[in-house]
């Protein structure tokens, strides 16, 4: 059985001026998953941030799994702002997590560091290497999703997509704090996400959904599995509908 592109609706005249309304950052990240009939069947003027609204909110948690820290839990709330056009979500949200660096990371770090170091020195000078100690690393994310929503039989609700975000690193420690390695650490840096999960409606003020995000920076990634309770502040779009 065919899935059902949801949130669609009756075809519109485009008002005048209404494609520059449409959302670069969306629909670039939305529309690239479009293939098909879905494709055929719709268009730019079909996207309009007129067709947003706030539709309700979440409490989720999960586990990552980076490749410089130790696997860690994530808390974060997200928003849902409905439909932007056929089938396109948009899904603001926040999230944190919290964890320690892997021993393996410190020590390269450390060898980073007393490369600085020992340049200065004069010859002869002895100099066992730098103790970095024990570093945590947390992070304060803000992120910008596009899910690209479909219906399927037994009532359930798939999406993938891509995102946009923000990090806000932290880096903590005995034998770092005041340094530029901890100032190293702390940084703002961008991210990009791709994403993939499933939603089940318990009822319309209320649904369950679980998903699989990788998210990539610059010089961090992690796979993240998160599940989450959604309350819904108005009624489902066309699609969503539950069958009974």
Do not use: C
Request: avoid cysteine.
């Amino acid at each position: 059985m065919r899935g059902l592109l949801v949130g669609r609706r009756h075809r519109r005249q485009a008002a005048p001026g209404a494609l520059h309304r449409v959302g670069f950052l969306a629909v670039g990240l939305g529309l690239f998953l479009f293939s098909g009939e879905a494709g055929a069947q719709t268009s730019l003027a079909d996207y309009d941030y007129e067709n947003l609204s706030f539709r309700g909110f979440s409490l989720e948690g999960g586990y990552i799994w980076p490749n410089r820290v130790e696997p860690t839990y994530t808390l974060g709330t997200r928003v849902d702002l409905g439909f932007l056009g056929p089938g396109l979500r948009l899904i603001p949200g926040v999230a944190y997590w919290s964890s320690t660096m892997k021993d393996s990371e410190v020590r390269e770090l450390g060898r980073n560091v007393d490369n600085l170091v020992e340049l200065p020195l004069p010859p002869g000078t002895p100099y066992e290497g730098v103790d970095l100690g024990t570093i945590d690393w947390s992070d304060f994310i803000v992120s910008l999703d596009s899910h690209f929503v479909w219906s399927v039989p037994l009532d359930l609700l798939t999406f993938a997509g891509a995102g946009m975000s923000l990090h806000f690193m932290n880096g903590e420690g005995e034998a770092i704090a005041g340094t530029f390695v901890e100032d190293l650490l702390d940084s703002v840096k961008p991210g990009f996400n791709l994403h993939g999960g499933l939603e089940y409606p318990m009822f319309d003020g209320f649904r369950l959904y679980g998903l699989a995000r990788y998210e990539m920076m610059e010089d961090l990634r992690y796979l993240e599995l998160r599940v989450g309770g959604q309350i819904m502040l108005s009624g489902p779009a066309s699609g969503e509908e539950r069958s009974r």
